[in-house]
């Protein structure tokens, strides 16, 4: 059995522990806008919104990997080209994240594994090591959400520094790390000890959760794994090719989706200026073209395809893990009612 | 750690013109030497235009300059072709895995190239050539669009001295003698034992489908028939996902693949 070390904080604490980290860090927070809720960086405790119910508008990932990144700058000189590694910039960044869910806490272990491997992304990797991780599980379940099959909520067992469950007037704070134990041992006068009561509660809130997630039907994930290695010709695919925008919006809203394009921004001198990633979508026909004009994915069933193969199958083999975290997001973003639930159940069908 | 998105500068050294449209480019490390495999790629930056993936086309033995063959196609590759004799580029690599090289020694190998795909296969037969004596029965299958969209024209010619060099193009013109049609022609000109034969190709998807269909007829296993896929690899390290076949990384787990991997492939390579 694993041991848990657990506190409680006060709601009345909150802001002021929030106070106290801006001191010592940069925090990002949910934060309402137009009533949307948006993780962002903040500068006062008041901007910060942990009562919000289900998931962002957008995942946690542009914190790690952001839409437009610049990895080297570069000047051509007389004595030659001299380049200016960017990552470097991030040696000293301290950052905290607060009021992530559990299912964009596990999307971080999945980019790990996507960027710690046999090559290591120095620029994720040091806004990740960089980043201590304050979740906050869910209270209730949105539409859409299905964590619960995903292995990634409503509750989580690791990758946060500390975990907060809103108990009413005060929240459970269980301890996930070292960095989490000192956050709270430095503050421990804003926290009080937790009772095992608190603890019942917050078991009887994730299963509420979990069973109100359960109420719409997700396939065993093996059977969905299976399924699609047999089914990939199948007519299925050119039903969802047809409607299918090729927007690329499920790609950007979704907290796993990481493809990126390269390429370089001079300055008007032209003889300098930087090298940018910017994110890229698997749906878009210049994904898979190659110098000449051919383009792999061409028709739209494959560019569909792809993204559900790559989340489901492929990363499966890839990563050992599959790399969707069930937060809904692409479904409730899709304009024209994509549902990868709906797929999944309909390719375990056939 | 070192960053591996950095590139490394490099110096051009030399341009040779292939064809009309088509140069070879020999660079050298600003720092430190360069060694490959047969079969791998590099990132070439050319600044304020980007990268894009190369193959190296030099032998591998060369350790202090390499090359690579490059036709003029898009936005970098024009900017490159602008770029002389002590221009500099960065270069980061040799990424991903080439040709089974020693796993072929002792065995004959039939190389099939078409049009640019030869250039991959150039670092391979200037290995052989190296080491001649390590390998049995040399063939290589090559065919162009047409006479003037022969690369490696000089090295064909002295090739020839040493292995078995079969030519055909496209569209032929008056002075012309050799043979006319798709590289497949050329399988009725040659004898092999696929038992003693190890295959390695590259060249358009279309031109690897029928050739690695000619092959498996004439009887080669799926361990003897090797392809090299032409993907936009953007980062050459697994991550950006263009290249991606089936959920397979071309940069990083090729783009060198056995027949009997892409054959299990759900998603068509070629």
Redesign the interface.
Known sequence: MKIIEVRSLPKDFTEEFIGRLLENFQVIAPVRRDGRIFYERIADPHEVDLEYTGRSQLPPKRFFLPEKEV??T?E?TTE??L?Y?R?EELEGLKRIFIGIRPCDIHSLKILDK??F???????YGLRRKNTLILGLTCNEALEYCFCAYMGSGPSIENGFDLLLTDLGDHYLVEIGSDKGKKLVYHNIDLFRSASFEDLKERRRILSQVESDIKKEPFPDLNRLYEAL?KN?RADMWNKYGEVCLACGKCNFVCPTC???????D?NLD?KS?K?V?VW?S?HFIS??????G?V?RKERP?RV??RV??KY???V??IGMFSCVGCGRCIETCPVNINIMKIAREVTSL | MSNPYIPSIAIIQEVREETPDIRTFRLKLKEGEFTFTPGQFIELSVFGYGEAPFSVTSSPLDREFFEITVRKMGILTSALFKLGEGAMVGVRGPFGRGWPIEEMKGMNVLMIGGGIGIAPLKPVIEYILANRKEYGEVILLYGARTPSDIVYKRELEEWKNTIDVHLTVDRGDEKWKGRVGVVTVLFDEIEVDPKETYSIQCGPPIMMHFVTKKLVELGFGGDRIFLSLERLMKCGMGFCGHCTVSGRYVCKEGPVFSYSEIKNFIETAI
């Open positions: 990895l080297f570069y051509i030659g080209i380049i590694d990552s996507i960027f491997g046999k090559f290591h992304d120095p620029y290695l990939f990481v493809c990126f394009d390269v390429h370089d001079p032209l200026g090298r990633r890229d698997c994904f898979t073209r190659v110098a000449g051919l792999f494959s395809k792809q193969y790559h199958c492929y990363s083999d890839e």
